[in-house]
């Protein structure tokens, strides 16, 4: 099966950045989808962005766009997600996802069926 495992996380001033990072093992990820959310305390777990592995084309929602960054090293088996501006709004658990074919790529969570453990991001004031 295959296994995504996220590192990076941690405490960051707001105005700063962080760069998460999801290593994929195991069975090989026939999956062009590699997607990252987060969960605040009490909140749903949320899609902020995704990339198609194949094209290396990613797609984000309005509230990261143009402050997140997702991209991808296929050498590394690894997809990163560079946040920068951080606010204490951006403090929450993040995940990276994939899916099983042939469910398509976007940042609902029911279109995933493959998780990491998530890393935790808070940003102070």
């Known amino acids: 099966q295959v296994r995504l495992v996220e590192s990076g996380g941690g405490s960051v001033q707001a105005g700063g950045s962080l760069r998460l990072s999801c290593v994929t093992s195991?069975?090989?990820?026939?999956?062009?989808?590699m997607a990252w959310f987060r969960q605040a305390p009490g909140a749903e777990r949320e899609g902020i962005g995704y990339?198609?592995?194949?094209?290396?084309?990613?797609t984000y929602v309005n509230s990261v766009k143009g402050r997140f960054t997702i991209s991808q090293d296929n050498a590394k088996k690894t997809v990163y997600l560079e946040m920068t501006n951080l606010t204490p709004e951006d403090t929450a658990m993040y995940f990276c996802?994939?899916?099983?074919?042939?469910?398509?790529?976007?940042?609902?969570?029911?279109?995933?069926?493959?998780w990491g453990q998530g890393t935790q991001v808070t940003v102070f004031s």
């Open positions: 990339i198609r592995t194949t094209t290396r084309r990613s």
């Open positions: 195991g069975t090989p990820n026939t999956s062009p989808c």
């Open positions: 996802a994939t899916n099983t074919p042939p469910l398509g790529c976007g940042t609902h969570r029911s279109q995933y069926d493959i």
